[in-house]
């Protein structure tokens, strides 16, 4: 039976509670129960140890170090007696867990701790592994001191500078204060401030880098364009390499031959200016109106001195520095941007699948289908596009052969490549292959060159290209038209190209994913 003593601090603990040793209150070991209890409990839980012959003290020990790994109590004994040792467990259990250290504290008679012991305050712990730390008596006595009413003032009094401080041989410049937390103003503001430097950092690098941004999209968007014609090859027993390799060297002759096809009209064009200058200067020499004018205001002296001044020779420089300037830098970009598609082209099944595997495994799949699918509409577009293209130019070659306009060829592939822009591209290559028929014929041949452009756009407008852009990419027109005008504002013709698959895409990601949502909220 319990020791039922009292305590000398004059508070026996409630029936059934006890303390821990940071204070806090714990279960009492409950009493022993009978032989004849322990009996009937041993026999139903298959125990040989009839008898429980332990003192209360010593079971609870008993069972505060068996926690420990004591032999002194197995876990099938403490186990075995419910109504005797279980409670013994707990509240042992819960005297390592405070203990930290895993030493045995003093115990009263009937098995609680001792209050004195328990009421000690623990002192500083060790950050890392929460264990109490033991304080030099120097470090200890040396707390802060506050300033007290008529204390000399520490900027004069060295000693009280360091009273104040708390000065040891640990902190011979004071104790440093509480640090700084996320929610003090300053820490906030230079975090804040930090942030919107790297972001203005990140705007004005990706300022910087417009050009190679622009040439990285538009080559990758030439790759996912032109892989609908790599895997039709590849159906036909094609390896991808030699796939790639085709089709890439049909787009490098349709360069080659769109070039070529504009060198001999502009050279043709260069020789004729040539040797028709003397006679266009004769022609100025014998207007009348001219001759009028220079009577009156003097012209051809201020076009003599306008061309003999050093700013026209010096402006005329600048221009002519400019214009090869951005021949070269075309030129460099164009080669850039093949190379480019080339290297996408043939890695962009690796490309996908990387792209894919940055995505949360249970989300993998749809991920890669949606992605799929806006594949291979842009591949529509672009095949549709193209083939649109095609149309124009091919209409265009035999209407001006029928007409007998010169460079026929060289003016239906400027058609044919300035088609490819959404919008206004039809418009720019009818102007410019009006402007042509009528400098290298008559007015009738501008009339009729502008007749049938006009038709063309209508029929192309609203029978050929709504019809092929449905079966691609099934984007309305509106959209369509919107998704241009904006691309065009953004980034000019690059953003005219790249605007219908993009608006391609976010309507798929609209219908799949946030239309679907929407629904079960």
């Known amino acids: 039976m319990p020791d039922e003593t009292p305590h000398d601090d004059g508070r026996e603990p409630a029936p059934g509670e006890g303390r821990s040793a940071t204070g806090r209150r714990v279960p009492a070991p409950a009493p022993p129960a009978d032989e004849t209890e322990n009996d009937s409990d041993v026999s139903g839980t ?49 005297e390592s867990g405070s ?11 009937s098995g609680a701790l001792i209050p004195e012991e328990i009421e000690q305050p623990v002192g ?46 640990l902190f011979p410049f004071g104790k440093p204060g509480q640090p700084l937390g996320r929610a003090h103003p300053f820490v906030f503001g230079f975090t804040a401030a930090l942030g919107v430097i790297t972001a203005w950092m990140l705007v004005k690098a990706a300022t910087n880098a417009k050009s190679v941004i622009v040439m990285i999209v538009v080559a990758m968007f030439l790759a996912v364009g032109l892989n609908p014609a790599v895997e039709r090859l590849r159906r036909f027993g094609l390896p991808r390499g030699a796939a790639v390799a085709t089709v890439f060297l049909i787009v490098i002759l349709f360069f080659a031959g769109f070039v070529a096809s504009l060198v001999q009209p502009v050279s043709e064009q260069v020789t004729e200016l040539r040797h028709n200058i003397p006679e266009y200067v004769q022609q100025l020499q014998n207007n009348r109106t001219l001759a009028d004018w220079d009577k009156r205001y003097g012209l051809l002296e201020r076009a003599e001195k306008t061309v003999n001044g050093d700013g026209f020779q010096k402006g005329l420089t600048d221009t002519a520095t400019g214009i090869g300037k951005v021949a070269i830098n075309g030129i460099f970009q164009t080669i850039t941007i093949l190379i480019l598609t080339l290297y996408f082209l043939s890695s962009l099944p690796q490309i996908k699948t990387f792209f894919y595997q940055l995505a949360p495994r249970t989300r993998r799949a749809r ?23 095609l149309i124009a130019g091919v209409c265009s070659y035999i209407f001006l052969s029928i007409l007998g306009v010169k460079y026929a060829l060289a003016l239906a592939l400027i058609v044919a490549v300035t088609d490819l822009i959404p919008l206004i591209g039809a418009t720019i290559g009818a102007v410019v292959v009006s402007l042509v028929a009528f400098l290298t014929g008559t007015t009738t041949d ?20 709504p019809r092929v852009m449905k079966r691609t990419v099934d984007v309305q027109p509106a959209v369509t038209i919107v998704a241009a005008l904006v691309g065009a504002a953004l980034l000019g013709v690059v953003g005219a190209l790249l605007a219908i698959p993009t608006a391609a895409a976010i309507s798929l990601l609209i219908r799949e994913v946030v239309m679907p949502r929407q629904e079960t909220l």
């Open 46 to 94: 298959g125990n040989t140890d009839t008898t429980d012959t332990t003192e209360p003290g010593e079971a609870r020990d008993s069972g505060t170090r068996g926690g420990a790994g004591s032999p002194r109590t197995s876990a099938g004994e403490t186990g075995s007696d419910e109504t005797g040792d279980s409670g013994s467990g707990e509240a042992g259990s819960s």
């Open 99 to 109: 203990g930290g250290s895993g030493e045995d504290h003093p115990e009263a008679p």
């Open 124 to 169: 500083e712990r060790d950050p890392a592994t929460g264990a109490p730390v033991t304080l030099p008596a120097a470090q200890q006595a040396s707390e802060p001191v506050p300033p007290e009413p008529g204390a000399p003032d520490p900027a004069h009094d060295v000693e009280q500078r360091k009273r104040e401080a708390g000065v040891d041989h």
């Open 367 to 389: 991920v890669a289908l949606l992605g799929d699918e806006i594949l291979d509409r842009i591949g529509g577009y672009v095949a549709g596009q193209f083939t649109i293209a």
């Open 446 to 465: 501008l009339i009729v060159c502008a007749v049938f452009y006009v038709v063309y756009q209508q029929v192309e407008n609203y029978v050929v290209y």
